[in-house]
């Protein structure tokens, strides 16, 4: 008699155990549209330069806009590809003007782009 006992009590213990690892977890459902530093359709350029200036139109007579420095963070706009003097330079353009693309750095969203630039100032704080 206790043999059957024993087993109906690993069968019951079986089942449950079976029934707990066979339940499925629901995903969480994470929604980005209201996280626009995540923006997939935007590029973001870090400023490079201790000091850039930013030019109203492409080239390097242009006329001067405003200036960046080192760290800042701009939504790029558009793009320009200009040869002068034999030497062809992508120019970047963003709200404040034109960059050039030694001055800057481009980053497919503004959550990498913020992150490049805390590590550029972690880098120039480490060095003094």
């Keep these: 008699m206790r043999f059957p006992a024993v087993r109906l009590l690993v069968c019951i213990l079986f089942s449950g155990l079976c029934l707990m ?56 706009k558009g793009r320009r590809i200009m040869t002068e003097n034999k030497v062809t330079t992508i120019w970047y353009q ?16 503004q959550l990498k782009a913020a992150t490049a630039a805390r590590e550029l100032e972690a880098a120039r704080d480490s060095s003094r």
């Design 21 to 76: 690892t066979g339940c499925k977890r629901r995903s969480a459902i994470i929604d980005l549209t209201e996280a626009p530093i995540l923006q997939v359709d935007s590029q973001w350029a870090l400023v490079l330069d201790p000091y850039a200036i930013y030019r109203e139109e492409p080239g390097l007579a242009a006329t001067a806009t405003g200036y960046g420095r080192r760290g800042d963070l701009q939504e790029l």
């Design 94 to 109: 963003f709200d404040s003007g034109w960059l050039p693309e030694t001055s800057v750095q481009i980053y497919s969203n």
